[in-house]
């Protein structure tokens, strides 16, 4: 079975500084990754994806990301950060032997606070 | 275009009490999804439509859950009877196939007291 792990459930930083979100993941098939951001009482909303391809994955609102597979991870990375990204931030797993929004699996989340 | 919509935002009710939850996907889209989200957690699948079909309900209680999609459009979410447990956000999503990606609507929190 899969599972997602955030290992922090809680990041703050100062506004321009760079921050980078871990996600580390477990399954015993080929898998396509996700990072999705939720802020406060809305929706979650895809920040960026990887199906294939280029192991660096450029999403919106200067967001990015890096499929490690030695590693099992997909950590998310911005190199300065706005007040408006504090957020829920959270990583997804689905696999690739199913159509890849089949069933995603979410990670616990990680709440970005960026301080002024 | 317009998003998923759901409604109520936010409800109330007492353990014991009936609670139904809609959501109106985006047009032409033919996947919609049910999740619970508890505090401090991920969103977790109740349910998945194909059109009216209910192709994944394996996490879905049977017992006191309950969903339809009538005509493959519109979805509503029932609870019968509600369990102190159940207070969550449920969020509805929906995607134009089973291979693209999901649009969420901003959820219903349930509290039951």
């Known amino acids: 079975a899969q599972s997602v792990t955030q290992l922090d459930s809680q990041v703050p930083v100062f506004e321009e500084a760079p921050v980078e979100l871990r996600c580390n993941y477990s399954?015993?098939?080929?898998?396509?990754l996700f990072w999705y951001v939720q802020y406060p009482n809305q929706g979650l909303q895809l920040l960026l994806k990887y199906l294939s391809g280029s192991t660096l994955v450029k999403g919106i609102n200067g967001f990015e990301a890096e499929f490690n597979k030695s590693q099992t991870s997909f950590h998310l990375r911005k190199p300065s950060v706005h007040i408006s990204d504090t957020a829920e931030y959270f990583c997804a797993v689905s696999d690739q032997t199913k159509s890849s929004y089949d069933k995603v699996i979410f990670g616990p989340g990680t709440s970005l606070s960026v301080i002024p | 275009e317009a998003g998923v919509v759901q409604s109520p935002r936010y409800k109330i009710i007492e353990k014991k009490q009936p609670v139904a939850f809609w959501c109106n996907p985006i047009s032409g889209h033919n996947t919609l999804y049910w999740y619970l989200q508890n505090l401090g957690q991920g969103p977790e699948l109740l349910i998945r439509?194909?059109?009216?079909?209910?192709?994944?309900d394996s996490q879905l209680p049977k017992d006191r859950f309950s969903a339809e999609r009538l005509k493959g459009v519109d979805s509503t979410l029932k609870i019968q009877p509600a369990e102190l447990g159940d207070s969550a956000v449920y969020l509805c999503a929906s995607s134009f196939t089973n291979n693209s990606p999901l649009h969420f609507g901003n959820g219903t929190r349930l509290t039951v007291t």
């Open positions: 399954s015993s098939v080929s898998v396509y």
């Open positions: 439509y194909e059109n009216e079909e209910a192709v994944d």
